[in-house]
Nanobody, 124 residues
């Protein structure tokens, strides 16, 4: 497994921006896909965005498409989620995760390592 540490969460007003980062340990970071998920109180953890190992292919949930951007820097072992035009419904704990295997990148079951999460709160 790999160790993942998220940072960058906080309180932001609706319409604002926030940048989440995830630092990964290990020397094989560049060989696997990474994803971001979020979990609001009382709700299931849901897919937000994912990026393939090369960074050339990305996936987004419909709720964030056009507002959020996922990127990665394999030299620095980091993956970033840029959140723009945030809405109150984006409030959640955000988790980064490492994909393992050939399953769908939008499915939680495809990921085997998770960070501890970072809280994002959007005020209206």
């Amino acid at each position: 497994q790999v160790q993942l540490l998220e940072s960058g969460g906080g309180l932001v007003q609706a319409g604002g921006s926030l940048r989440l980062s995830c630092a990964a340990s290990g020397r094989t970071f560049s060989t696997y896909a990474m994803g971001w998920f979020r979990q609001a109180p009382g709700k299931e953890r849901e897919f937000v965005a994912a990026i393939k190992w090369s960074g050339g292919e990305t996936h987004y949930s419909d709720s964030v498409k056009g507002r959020f951007t996922i990127s990665r820097d394999n030299a620095k072992n980091t993956v970033v989620l840029q959140m723009n035009s945030v809405k109150p419904e984006d409030t959640a704990v955000y988790y980064c995760a490492r994909a393992w295997g050939a399953g769908s990148l939008t499915s939680r079951e495809t990921y085997d390592s998770w960070g501890q999460g970072t809280q994002v709160t959007v005020s209206s």
